[in-house]
């Protein structure tokens, strides 16, 4: 058990840091410098000058990127003399076109993000588990039918679809739904939940597709398996067997989609902020694109990946907790 | 998301009795004598959602591929300004524009031919899908297949990098990725040919695209790798290449199969999903991904829905059109499937 | 029974499509009731006297409420030195900063230019331009009470010259010393800046060469005072020391600001600036169109809302056709910005390839595609209106057989390079493509990535022909618009700094730009115009397209909108809150 997580651990280190080099090196295969976009228009040569200085432009590729790396676990100085500069840990440098620390930048939008993708997938999970659940006991029927028919149009539905089309519908033509903002949840948790509802809905209307086929079937599968004869030949009341056992045992491929659908939805956000206004790390990661804002790149990719890389591992130790079958190798 | 990004297979509903029936599943070899493949084939052509789905798969490559034919009956194509039939605000006039002439109404801005930028768009969508899908599978399969039957450094070297590229945030390395690597290959003062902007998006999507594939094929490869016909191919001194392409992949071909008709739909929503993030082939070619966003900005504007439930709801049927034939496919491969 | 589902599901889907009632477009909707720009008159300079506040009231103005701003974007550069973006210097300048010298406007298109912290616009002390003296009003106060000195001007202009705070305009550190070896205050340096000198409450500056336009130069954002003790050096972006009406009371970087009342900034000493709202409120991230949105559904609440940001272009034709509906919280105008395309100079040769491409401008179609007229004012020279001297004249109407001729049957080829940031910069480029070829012109259009635009038409060996590019006058002359865009000054071949996209330069205009530089502003003003005129006739080094115009709307609370003319945006000096009580909070 032990040797399996310092295993994983030690490969997570190894995945990170060529995902880190790797998003690190794209921007220096591009041709264009990336001080003189970041200066803007009316940029003076002293002044790209400046801004390189502070990226550190000037310096071999390697030599930044470990000094990058540094600055994100002990932190690190920018700039030099008069113009020094604190960037405590975790130091993913400095932006300059918002003038300040990416950091606080990207704390300011993870709560968004976080509320977004957490809310959307709790509601998801709930409806894909309880319909395919509900659809696989009552196979067979209109219930069954209609759970089936949802996912095969829930699936094929674009996100930047749905977004807008709900956008439409409800915030412009009948003006029921408030229009999406991030209020945080202890200030005032209707207008979170009101401000959310949209984002929310989106997500989980195009997400709940393939869990709700995936519970569907594994319920099916379990409810065909020995063990359940067994139970039910014991004499077990049908309704203990399904709640008790298929349910049990259907957990453990719905836990591991649920974890991994955390890890999609992050990547959905992207789109989902950008329709709907919410400045979260989805949408600043697509205006620092657009702006080439190298900083901020590099630290959304990064946080990006370390969610999905952490949440497959603890996804994997949950398998585990859940199945005792599963042996960790 | 992740669904597109991976071709929507569950690995457990594949299981190798698909492959082994032949030798395991001796009432069915007993009828007739029919191999898998044409037990498959007439299991699919009973399926009524095969029948219509595959009828209206056949119907859209169709309408797709015979933009010259329609370009002629109908009188424009995709390309042609129609700025008489804009106001001073370049809006269409009367409702979105439609008229005999024009279907289903012009665009804003130049007053090109909505239906013929469907149409147009649809091919370049699905040309771009299916290239993608071929290729992605092939790779995938052939990756897949080394690493599970070479097992040891080369697997685990496979199997991680299979985990690098699922770690990435894929959407927001492609965005960062494709002007980039615009300017590094095709930049410069000319303007880029459709062709050289599809192998540009197509590039794009197989960098992640072959992964699902090929996690797919390593799986069922270990499962075959300890079998007797392999150990018997490799005791009359068969090499490695030639178990892999010989022994092995012929005999995975099914969940291959379903892979690749998953992967169809999978790409057309994301293609679709990419040029709406700007990600596609430029202008001025249609592209359906791009005219949804058009339609997303215009939507508060007069008739503004109309665009975008036409251009939203013609990627959304095609993708499950193909969708419905690819689950079509998968229970006629295999028939216990619980979907 | 799965399969039913299957079917079933194609067939409801043609159903749900019927959504919403259609309405037609007959084209007769928008249309009346732009503002034609006003023309900027000659006699700008204003007296002693002028200088002397308080402002003229605004018809109907309350004092007090809270005036809550909404847009996308923090307002980055705030620090007085690195602010050149026309609403950061309209923040800066019209609330927490004065200037020596400034621009009065009483909302009828008419600008002035008085002496702000100085008593007046400047004293040319021998006449020669060369050397310029200003005196500070007495009892100018900080936020803190304590008393603005021409030191503290000073320090403020010799910190502009940092290469780090280099972001502002750089008019007069370039003026003060060419070679710009001096790198500002800090590390060690001499806090004065070279050519200046403090004398008690005065400021002399002095030039090599004649500068007569430096009362102009000094309304620039950075002569507002900076004490050294409260240099934060880049972080003073973040929260500039207050001379004007209003002071910083808290900030979130990127997300919200708040200012409230300086208490010992005087009404008496100003004669621009009006401090109506007790308060001001500002909440960034509204995606511009989502913007326009709330404000013109003046939703309870949202009655106090405001916003830099026009009416976004997807729906201004909503809001141009029913100009009723917002009466009194809408304002409208030509805006000084010009747009025009550029013609590569180093690569397009023959004038008559250029002139060809002056007549045959589909100039209607660029404005039909942009919006309409609420969008842009066709223009035909490269000043426009609002900049006094500026003269009217069409030397190349639009004539497709004219360019037919000039072109005598050459096919000619040329590529057009524009910015590849949505679907209506490739509109436009599909639309001079399908244009051009009407005269025989054929283009080939190339998308470059948006943010390196700037940097690659910038750049002297670029391979394009034809790219759009903008300008907007720094201060109302022409001395702003013709030397930095048609002369050698914004001509930086070794670099992709400059701002002249033609590379055109010319002997005998820049003999003309010489001399209007050493002459007296109000007679050097209408030379700029006929200087406009004789370069496009003789050299055709663009096409010029339209003068930008913009829309905008305030939620029903709001009062005192006023286009400025100077930054081309909303006056945040005259906005009032109209019922002070309402939103309150």
Redesign the interface.
Known sequence: MLRFVVRRLLLIVLTLTVVSFGTFMLFFAAPSDPARILCGTRCQPAQIEAVRDGLGLDRPIMTQYVEYMGGIFAGRTLGEGDWAKDCSAPCFGYSYTQNQEVSEIVARALPVSASVAIGAWIIQTLISVSSGVIAARKRGTAVDRGTIAATLIGGALPIYFVGPMLLLIFRYQLEILPQPSYTPLLDDPLAFAGGMIMPWATLAIVGFAFDARLSRSQMLETLDEDFIRTSRAKGLKDRVVFWRHALRASATPLATSAGLGLGGLLGGAVVTESIFGLNGLGKLSLDAITARNLPIVMATVLIAATFVVFGTFIVDMLYAAIDPRVRLS | ???MIEP?T?P??IEPEVVVTETVDGKQQSVHGRSPGQMAWIRLKR???AR?TGA?ILGILLAAYGVPLWTAIYGTDA?A?N?DL??????????VGVSGSHWLGILQ??GEDVLMQLLTGMRTSLTISIICAILATAIGAIIGATAGFLGGWVDAVIN?II??M????????A???F??M???FF??????PLILSGLMVTGILLIFGWVGTARLTRGQVISLREREFIEAARASGAGNWHIIFKQILPNVWAPILVSFSMAV?GFV?FQ??LA???IGV???HPDL??L???????????????L??IS??T???L???F??FG?AVRDALNPK??? | MRKHARVAVLGGLVLSLALTACSTNSGDGSGEGTNEGTQGSLDIIGTAEDAKGPAAPVEGAQTGGTLKYIGLTDFTHLDPARTYVGSFMMIQSGLLGRTLTGYKEVGDGSIQLVGDLATDSGKDVAGDCKTWEFTLKDGLKYEDGTVITAQDVAYGIARSFSPELADGAQFLQNWLQESREYKGPYDGAEKVPPGVKVDGNKLTFSFDTARCEVPFAVAMPNTTPVPEAKDTKTDYDNKPFSSGPYKIESRTLGESMTLVRNEHWAADSDPIRHAYPDKWTFEFGTEPKDNSVRLDANASGDENLWSFTGVHPDILGNVTGNMDKYKGRLVHGEQKYNGYLAINNLRVKDLAVRQALNYAVPRDRWIQLNGGEFAGKPNTSFMTKSVPGYKEFNVYPTDIEKAKGLLGGKATKLRYAYSNDGELSGQIADMFKEEYAKAGIELETIAISPDDYYGQIGDPTNKYDLYWAGWGADWPSGSTVIPPCLGEDGLVLDANTGTNYSFFTEKTIEDEIDRLSGLPITEALPGWGELDEKILTEFAPYVPLDSSYNVWITGSNVGGQYLQQNLSTVDVTKLFVRDPALNAG
Do not use: C
């Not at chain 2, 699922?166 to 390395?173: E, G, K, T």
């Not at chain 2, 930049?187 to 880029?192: A, D, H, K, Q, V």
């Open positions: 998301m992740t669904g929507i569950d457990g509903s399926d009524r959602t219509v209206l390309y300004h700025p804009l106001d001073r605000s370049s809006v269409p006039l009367g409702f801005g130049n991680w985990d690098v699922l770690s990435l945030p894929f959407l927001i390395v965005l960062a990725a002007p980039i615009q300017e590094v930049g410069g003062p000319s303007e880029r739909p929503g679709a999903y709406f993030l700007n430029g202008h001025p991904g791009r949804v966003n058009f339609a997303v900005g215009k939507m508060q504007g007069l008739n503004g829905w109309f975008l439930v939203g709801g990627i959304f049927l993708v499950l059109t969708n419905l689950d499937s619980n979907r």
